[in-house]
T-cell receptor
Framework: KQEVTQIPAALSVPEGENLVLNCSFTDSAIYNLQWFRQDPGKGLTSLLLIQSSQREQTSGRLNASLDKSSGRSTLYIAASQPGDSATYLCAVLQTMEYGNKLVFGAGTILRVKS | DAGVIQSPRHEVTEMGQEVTLRCKPISGHNSLFWYRQTMMRGLELLIYFNNNVPIDDSGMPEDRFSAKMPNASFSTLKIQPSEPRDSAVYFC????????????????FGAGSRLTVL
């Protein structure tokens, strides 16, 4: 059974810091990995998707890396801003014969202080 | 496109009552997922459909939970009878899976239905 773990569970940093969120998964037979953002009381917004054949993806100040063989991914946020405060979730996609299954980690709660 | 639409956004009900949550996926998406989110357990996959057919319902906690997808544009998650421990935010998500190429697009989530069972 696939298990996804995110470390740290919570993080509080001053504005402007670069930071790294970690995600690990137990079964390396994944199709892709996604990082999501969730604001309080809201749904999930996809930030980055990395296919299993890729090593990293970048979008603006966000960079996500994937090491499939070791079962790890990191989300790097450069020059953090108060608007980055949210919960960040990592999820891995496993393909089944008739569909897909996305397994989520518990998330990292990020607070960026101004 | 209006995205994945869920209703109701909030529901407060008494223990024992029937609850029905609704979801309209993005037009053209052929996979639909129901998730439950709580502080204690995070996001849990309850059930997912592919081309309106339930594929994996192993995450459905009990027989009190049932889900249907009568057509490509509508799905329901029903809890009968509801219990206080069912209180959570229930998310619906959809994606497009092209089986021949085995490629999955980004999963798009609805805003969620917050359920409180008293």
């Amino acid at each position: 059974k696939q298990e996804v773990t995110q470390i740290p569970a919570a993080l509080s940093v001053p504005e402007g810091e670069n930071l790294v969120l970690n995600c690990s998964f137990t079964d390396s037979a994944i199709y892709n990995l996604q990082w999501f953002r969730q604001d309080p009381g809201k749904g999930l917004t996809s930030l980055l998707l990395i296919q299993s054949s890729q090593r990293e993806q970048t979008s603006g100040r966000l960079n996500a890396s994937l090491d499939k063989s070791s079962g790890r991914s990191t989300l790097y946020i450069a020059a953090s801003q108060p608007g980055d405060s949210a919960t960040y979730l990592c999820a891995v996609l496993q393909t089944m014969e008739y569909g897909n299954k996305l397994v989520f980690g518990a998330g990292t709660i990020l607070r960026v202080k101004s | 496109d209006a995205g994945v639409i869920q209703s109701p956004r909030h529901e407060v009900t008494e223990m024992g009552q029937e609850v029905t949550l609704r979801c309209k996926p993005i037009s053209g998406h052929n996979s639909l997922f129901w998730y439950r989110q709580t502080m204690m357990r995070g996001l849990e996959l309850l059930i997912y459909f592919n081309n309106n057919v339930p594929i994996d319902d192993s995450g459905m906690p009990e027989d009190r939970f049932s889900a249907k997808m009568p057509n490509a544009s509508f799905s329901t998650l029903k809890i009968q009878p509801s219990e206080p421990r069912d209180s959570a935010v229930y998310f619906c998500a959809s994606s497009s899976v092209r089986q021949t190429l085995r490629r999955a697009n980004v999963l798009t989530f609805g805003a969620g239905s917050r359920l409180t069972v008293l």
